[in-house]
């Protein structure tokens, strides 16, 4: 059974938004930093935001900063990134991972060892 699961993904035009969701089933749901990941065709995994689930302030990539909002339903178990002003550039597969329990709380792929299997984000111009 996959204990992350993403959706919401899909095909936009340039200025569009779209808001991807990623369910979780791993227990100490609210004691996980909670993350957004992309990675486009030849291009290493990058993080996109990451939110502590137990509270704290959200990180955010630089790109993305203003533009996306990574937010939690914690009676829902699910993680949302909101995504507004979509670019060209946001073109990617995106996945949702979470850390360990008590994990630290980086932009860094390596923190996070489970993932989700991916929802593909394309905007067209």
């Known amino acids: 059974q996959a204990q992350l699961v993403e959706s919401g993904g899909g095909s936009v035009q340039a200025g569009g938004s779209l808001r991807l969701s990623c369910a979780v089933s791993l227990h100490s749901f609210t004691s996980r930093c909670m993350g957004w990941f992309r990675q486009a065709p030849g291009k290493e995994r990058e993080g996109v935001a990451a939110v502590y689930t137990g509270g704290g302030s959200p990180k955010y990539a630089d790109s993305v900063k203003g533009r996306f909002t990574i937010s939690q339903d914690n009676a829902k178990n699910t993680v949302y990134l909101q995504m507004n002003s979509l670019k060209p550039e946001d073109t990617a597969m995106y996945y949702c991972?979470?850390?360990?329990?008590?994990?630290?709380?980086?932009?860094?792929?390596?923190?996070?060892?489970?993932w989700g299997q991916g929802t593909q984000v394309t905007v067209s111009s």
């Open positions: 991972a979470a850390t360990n329990p008590y994990g630290g709380c980086w932009l860094r792929p390596q923190s996070f060892p489970s």
